[in-house]
């Protein structure tokens, strides 16, 4: 079993930014693939971005590429999402998610962390 904690959320205005961070537990962190996932409210869960293993490959949705980036940290066993540019369509509670190295479908999830954009 693989514990998620997601931290970082706030209230922000559009065009600021905010970095989230997502700490694993239960498993070595260098075998999980880790990604975020958000939804908004009255709004199905959507893919925001991805990060293999090691880091080398990243994945991340039309909507938030060149102002979102993923990335981690296996030491410190944690996952990092950082935000810039925010806009009030990012508004949304944030998913950290994992999965094993050869696992297809996402298989560990986190609470979330709201995040709140004004305009």
């Known amino acids: 079993q693989v514990h998620l904690v997601e931290s970082g959320g706030g209230l922000v205005r559009a065009g600021d930014s905010l970095r989230l961070s997502c700490t694993a537990s239960?498993?070595?962190?260098?075998?999980?693939?880790m990604g975020w996932f958000r939804q908004a409210p009255g709004k199905e869960r959507e893919f925001v971005a991805s990060?293999?293993?090691?880091?080398?490959?990243?994945r991340h949705s039309d909507s938030v590429k060149g102002r979102f980036t993923i990335s981690r940290d296996n030491v410190r066993n944690t996952m990092y999402l950082q935000m810039n540019s925010l806009k009030p369509e990012d508004t949304a509670v944030y998913f950290c998610?994992?999965?094993?190295?050869?696992?297809?479908?996402?298989?560990?999830w986190g609470q979330g962390t709201q995040v709140t954009v004004s305009s």
């Open positions: 990060i293999t293993t090691d880091g080398a490959n990243t």
């Open positions: 998610t994992a999965k094993g190295k050869i696992s297809i479908q996402w298989e560990f």
């Open positions: 239960g498993r070595s962190f260098s075998t999980l693939g």
